[in-house]
């Protein structure tokens, strides 16, 4: 086991390097950074001299060891428009985009797994269609949308709950929902999937030939087995929920990384966006990395690989 | 306490299919005494496997049960409510299945699905339940027993594993045991062996066995009694030595001159073949249900056979009262 995670973790660190170039070439490509700073109309003079300053005027390779290189030592470089650290500046906002993350991985989990089962375990019923019309309407709504109607319910017209801010929790009921209803659709379908064909299987057969109560068959012998592939799906749509909260965030004006992602990009703030995108990709990368082994530790069988 | 374990009348399966209703099992009845082997043969597809389903309650969905009575050790099943079913399952009545490379859920050791069945119907500790376990794995024939309890069932072979079922069977220490062909996916040298192990555990532990193969030869072995199934329906049965040495129903001297036997069967000289398929199960079946394959097939044959019966317990469903 041990061997196994070093090996996929080196294969992670590869993983994490490889990106982080793509992710420095392409932003180049995208804009000029000493235009960015200068601002728009400068004159070509000093454009010279702020590419010398930076050392923008190097070949691009020694650029990007060297911002690698700052990177790897934590010096993450001064943010264009903010004039702050990039560091303080993620640090700052990190908090809230993770928890925002898990609590709408924790909704989405929260309302899919009893919904899969139950659809799983009374197939083509009226619980199934239910589910299955709950599913339909998460994954065909914009989030954004979603978003809206629950502001107008929620804020306007009820007004239980704070239209913009992150300073209570309160204020973290509906980005959660909003966010966690549009990634529980595909879990809700992979778990009904898993447990129809777990539930079909040979062994819950002999489950029910030893006398074991439903529930147990149902959630011990099948949720089992059914929950190795969406073991690896929560990786992907968490990596999603950190990265995409982005237009959540905005609407709710929550202080999260999406909301900076969001400003950086408008402002052309390079520094900024590079590590953005460098940090989810190594998000996504350890998250990918933590749902192989969670799988390794409930399918004994891949231990092996 | 009767002397009667297993007491089976008028049970049918039907199963729904879009060409109609299957009736699997065709209002077939038996018993099993305490303490004897009762082997239930015939082709495949013939209805065996459903039946021990249908007494355990582990049909799948599309099929119904029906029966006039169906008794475990005087409790009748068609009338218990799940939870009465439940604590005879696994507890006084066990089954192995044929596949054990499936039968295993891959997720949980040996020892997890050894101790579980136990501890919900003994109401026992963990403990008590390890020891068990470990008792029964060497009992069939498991050598480190204790080791073999923190194993996954991939890390066992399936002659392994079909130990394990057994084991697994006998848990709780049950009164009927119901083999559906719990050596056919095994190799031929493992087969004898875990018959053996059946045979053996059956007698020292006096249980009554419910044994379901499609192999005489197993038949001829271990079984006191066999009954003899063709499409849906018991055409023969009675005790083992009776029915191999005077079988009456054409389709069970057809079985029995299928297989080899030294010194009886000619080296290089051909065996028996029944000729034809067997009928659709599908819609009603008028009359014999052999007589398109049989080679002593009469007009009469398209009504409804009478049952002969031998006085010492052997009953046959033929027009002929004794073919031989």
């Given at each position: 086991m041990i061997g196994y995670i070093l090996k996929r973790l080196g294969l992670a660190l590869l993983v994490a390097?490889?990106?982080?170039?793509?992710?420095?070439?392409?932003?180049?490509?995208?804009?000029?950074?000493?235009?960015?700073?200068?601002?728009?109309?400068?004159?070509?003079?000093?454009?010279?001299?702020?590419?010398?300053?930076?050392?923008?005027?190097r070949p691009l390779i020694i650029q990007y060891a060297d911002w690698l290189w700052q990177t790897l030592k934590g010096n993450f470089g001064t943010s264009i428009y903010f004039k702050t650290e990039v560091s303080k500046l993620v640090l700052d906002k990190l908090p809230t985009t993770i928890l925002l993350g898990f609590l709408a991985l924790g909704f989405a989990l929260l309302i899919s797994i009893p919904l899969g089962v139950l659809a799983a375990v009374y197939p083509n019923t009226w619980i199934d269609r239910l589910a299955l019309a709950i599913a339909v309407v998460g994954q065909a709504l914009p989030n954004f949308f979603f978003?809206?109607?629950?502001?107008?319910?929620?804020?306007?017209?009820?007004?239980?709950?704070?239209?913009?801010?992150?300073?209570?929790?309160?204020?973290?009921?509906?980005?959660?929902?909003?966010?966690?209803?549009?990634?529980?659709?595909?879990?809700?379908?992979?778990?009904?999937?898993?447990?129809?064909?777990?539930?079909?299987?040979?062994?819950?057969?002999?489950?029910?030939?030893?006398?074991?109560?439903?529930?147990?068959?149902?959630?011990?012998?099948?949720?089992?087995?059914?929950?190795?592939?969406?073991?690896?799906?929560?990786?992907?749509?968490?990596?999603?929920?950190?990265?995409?909260?982005?237009?959540?965030?905005?609407?709710?004006?929550?202080?999260?990384?999406?909301?900076?992602?969001?400003?950086?990009i408008t402002y052309k703030d390079f520094p900024v966006m590079?590590?953005?995108?460098?940090?989810?990709?190594?998000?996504?990368?350890?998250?990918?990395?933590?749902?192989?082994i969670a799988n390794a530790w409930l399918d004994p069988r891949i231990r092996v690989a | 306490?009767?002397?009667?374990?297993?007491?089976?009348?008028?049970?049918?399966?039907?199963?729904?299919?879009?060409?109609?209703?299957?009736?699997?099992?065709?209002?077939?009845?038996f018993s099993v005494r305490r303490g004897e082997t009762l082997c239930l043969v015939g082709e495949?597809?013939?209805?065996?496997?459903?039946?021990?389903?249908?007494?355990?309650?582990?049909?799948?969905?599309?099929?119904?049960?029906?029966?006039?009575?169906?008794?475990?050790?005087?409790?009748?099943?068609?009338?218990?409510?799940?939870?009465?079913?439940?604590?005879l399952r696994g507890n006084r009545m066990a089954m192995i299945f044929q596949e054990p490379m499936t039968a295993l859920n891959p997720a949980y050791t040996i020892g997890n699905q050894l101790i579980e069945a136990y501890r919900q119907h003994k109401n026992a500790s963990e403990?008590?339940?390890?020891?068990?376990?470990?008792?029964?794995?060497?009992?069939?024939?498991?050598?480190?027993?204790?080791?073999?309890?923190?194993?996954?069932?991939?890390?066992?072979?399936?002659?392994?594993?079909?130990?394990?079922?057994?084991?697994?069977?006998?848990?709780?220490?049950?009164?009927?045991?119901?083999?559906?062909?719990?050596?056919?996916?095994?190799?031929?040298?493992?087969?004898?062996?875990?018959?053996?192990?059946?045979?053996?555990?059956?007698?020292?532990?006096?249980?009554?066995?419910l044994l379901i193969t499609h192999d005489l030869g197993i038949v001829a072995r271990i079984a006191d009694r066999v009954a003899v199934m063709y499409a849906g329906q018991i055409v023969e049965e009675g005790p083992t030595a009776s029915l191999f040495q005077s079988p009456k129903h054409p389709?069970?001297?057809?079985?029995?001159?299928?297989?080899?036997?030294?010194?009886?069967?000619?080296?290089?000289?051909?065996?028996?073949?029944?000729?034809?398929?067997?009928?659709?199960?599908v819609g009603d079946i008028r009359g014999c249900s052999f007589r398109d394959r049989c080679s002593r097939t009469q007009p009469i044959c398209s009504q409804a056979p009478p049952v002969y019966e031998t006085p010492d317990g052997q009953r046959w469903r033929c027009i002929l009262e004794d073919a031989a």
């Amino acid at each position: 086991m041990i061997g196994y995670i070093l090996k996929r973790l080196g294969l992670a660190l590869l993983v994490a390097l490889a990106v982080s170039a793509i992710a420095f070439f392409l932003l180049r490509l995208s804009g000029d950074i000493a235009m960015a700073i200068a601002g728009e109309g400068a004159r070509e003079e000093d454009l010279a001299i702020i590419r010398q300053t930076y050392g923008l005027d190097r070949p691009l390779i020694i650029q990007y060891a060297d911002w690698l290189w700052q990177t790897l030592k934590g010096n993450f470089g001064t943010s264009i428009y903010f004039k702050t650290e990039v560091s303080k500046l993620v640090l700052d906002k990190l908090p809230t985009t993770i928890l925002l993350g898990f609590l709408a991985l924790g909704f989405a989990l929260l309302i899919s797994i009893p919904l899969g089962v139950l659809a799983a375990v009374y197939p083509n019923t009226w619980i199934d269609r239910l589910a299955l019309a709950i599913a339909v309407v998460g994954q065909a709504l914009p989030n954004f949308f979603f978003a809206l109607i629950l502001v107008m319910i929620f804020s306007i017209s009820l007004r239980w709950l704070p239209v913009s801010g992150s300073a209570t929790w309160l204020h973290f009921v509906m980005p959660t929902i909003a966010l966690g209803y549009y990634v529980a659709p595909a879990f809700m379908r992979l778990i009904r999937a898993g447990m129809i064909e777990v539930l079909s299987a040979d062994y819950i057969r002999t489950a029910r030939a030893k006398g074991l109560p439903a529930g147990k068959i149902v959630f011990k012998h099948a949720l089992r087995n059914a929950v190795v592939p969406v073991v690896a799906l929560t990786a992907v749509q968490l990596g999603f929920l950190l990265g995409g909260s982005v237009v959540i965030e905005t609407i709710f004006a929550l202080d999260g990384l999406g909301y900076l992602a969001y400003q950086s990009i408008t402002y052309k703030d390079f520094p900024v966006m590079q590590i953005i995108v460098l940090l989810l990709s190594v998000v996504y990368v350890l998250l990918t990395l933590a749902s192989d082994i969670a799988n390794a530790w409930l399918d004994p069988r891949i231990r092996v690989a | 306490m009767t002397d009667t374990i297993l007491e089976v009348d008028g049970l049918s399966v039907d199963i729904a299919t879009p060409r109609g209703t299957l009736h699997a099992v065709r209002d077939i009845s038996f018993s099993v005494r305490r303490g004897e082997t009762l082997c239930l043969v015939g082709e495949s597809g013939c209805g065996k496997s459903m039946t021990s389903l249908a007494i355990m309650d582990l049909l799948p969905k599309a099929a119904k049960r029906n029966a006039r009575r169906l008794a475990f050790a005087g409790q009748d099943l068609s009338k218990a409510s799940k939870r009465q079913i439940n604590a005879l399952r696994g507890n006084r009545m066990a089954m192995i299945f044929q596949e054990p490379m499936t039968a295993l859920n891959p997720a949980y050791t040996i020892g997890n699905q050894l101790i579980e069945a136990y501890r919900q119907h003994k109401n026992a500790s963990e403990a008590e339940a390890r020891e068990r376990a470990i008792f029964l794995l060497s009992k069939v024939g498991i050598a480190s027993a204790a080791e073999r309890l923190g194993q996954y069932p991939h890390q066992l072979s399936g002659g392994l594993r079909q130990r394990v079922m057994i084991a697994m069977a006998l848990m709780c220490g049950p009164e009927l045991l119901i083999a559906d062909e719990p050596t056919t996916a095994l190799d031929v040298t493992i087969q004898a062996q875990i018959l053996r192990l059946l045979a053996d555990l059956q007698r020292e532990l006096g249980i009554a066995m419910l044994l379901i193969t499609h192999d005489l030869g197993i038949v001829a072995r271990i079984a006191d009694r066999v009954a003899v199934m063709y499409a849906g329906q018991i055409v023969e049965e009675g005790p083992t030595a009776s029915l191999f040495q005077s079988p009456k129903h054409p389709y069970t001297q057809g079985l029995i001159d299928c297989i080899p036997v030294p010194g009886r069967t000619v080296p290089g000289g051909r065996l028996g073949v029944i000729p034809g398929v067997v009928p659709s199960l599908v819609g009603d079946i008028r009359g014999c249900s052999f007589r398109d394959r049989c080679s002593r097939t009469q007009p009469i044959c398209s009504q409804a056979p009478p049952v002969y019966e031998t006085p010492d317990g052997q009953r046959w469903r033929c027009i002929l009262e004794d073919a031989a």
